[in-house]
């Protein structure tokens, strides 16, 4: 894919906010359509195998080309492109549940997680990440004390 823009679907949620808010405020007024951009989200299984994370995502009908994966402050987000809807005006759907456009899918990942630890796989519609050693990283919990007291325990954890 080609360079996106860092903040694609930021502005289409806001939007899509923005019609709900003014659909439930007016009610006797016609709605606006949905503006679904972001009009899908993969499928995913996170999981360990060994140290390491893994995440795969269902991304059936789509190539390699279609997809960009990106690592940003500990997020890694899936961004996925399905083009092609047909254009079936003429008929009549008993059901419609694919979808197509912009899909995107973002993972928080655990602290310290480099880009040279991230390697990704696609192979008929399924892309498979994996996060090396991240299973490894433990999150660290911090000691609260109350004015004049002694530490209080966090949600029941003796550490």
């Not at 940003?72 to 979808?99: C, H, K, N």
Request: with cysteine; hydrophobic share 40%.
């Amino acid at each position: 894919m080609d360079e996106k823009n860092r903040f694609r679907g930021l502005f289409d949620v806001v939007a899509e906010l923005n019609r709900m808010r003014e659909h439930v405020r007016h009610p006797e007024a016609p709605a606006e359509p949905a503006q679904h951009g972001i009009a899908w989200i993969p499928l995913t299984d996170i999981f360990v195998r060994g140290n390491d994370i893994v995440i795969r995502s269902e991304l059936a009908g789509l190539s390699a080309d279609d997809v960009d994966i990106s690592l940003s402050g500990g997020t890694l987000t899936i961004w996925a492109e399905r083009t092609g809807a047909p254009d079936e005006e003429a008929s009549q759907f008993y059901v419609r549940e694919r979808r197509f456009g912009t899909g995107r899918r973002t993972i928080d990942l655990p602290e310290g997680v480099e880009k040279r630890n991230v390697s990704a796989v696609f192979e008929d519609g399924l892309l498979e990440i994996t996060v090396a050693c991240a299973a490894l990283r433990r999150e660290e919990h911090v000691e609260i004390r109350a004015a004049g007291k002694g530490p209080v325990k966090l949600m029941g954890k003796d550490e």
